[in-house]
């Protein structure tokens, strides 16, 4: 029993550490073909609050445990976990495309990394989500975050938050 109990406890730690962390962990499951056919988000950047820094979009399992969890863990328990990182377009729409393993429920993050240092700083960065929830000071819930992938590319619309006054929300 207490074997069991030992191997229960390491085989989580012991898968994490399998898989080394770096910041293109799912780029290339990510990463759209040129004219995409297969389930993917078409993601509509709306409100950015300037043009400098780099747009990092991720998609993970539509549920509250998954849901912006450590992108090692996820890949290393065989979940849905998908980034596509690019600077920043300097003028014109912002459209950004990323691949599904299939049709389904995913929760979709978008961050404009503004000083373009991987990390989210609520006083320099603006953050967005699928289905663009009001929000408070924490994450939101992973259903009111997530969107619904066809078969095909998904339309759909992010409109990003910024840090104004004691809040975070869109620019108006």
Known sequence: ???????????PLLAAATVPSTPDLGKAEGKCAANEQGPAFLVNVEGLKDRKGKLKLEVYPANEKDFLED???????????????LPVPTSGPVRLCIRVPSAGRYAVTLLHDRD???KF???IDGIGFA???KLGWS???ASSASAA???GPTPIRIVMNYRH???VRPIR
């Open 71 to 85: 992108d090692n863990v996820l890949i290393s328990a065989g979940k849905t976990f998908r980034r596509v990182e």
């Open 1 to 11: 029993m207490q074997r069991l109990l030992r191997s229960l406890i390491a085989a």
């Open 131 to 133: 289905g663009n929830p």
């Open 149 to 151: 992938a066809r078969s």
């Open 139 to 141: 994450k939101p819930k």
């Open 165 to 167: 006054g004691l809040g």
């Open 116 to 118: 373009s240092n991987r």
């Open 121 to 123: 700083g609520w006083r």
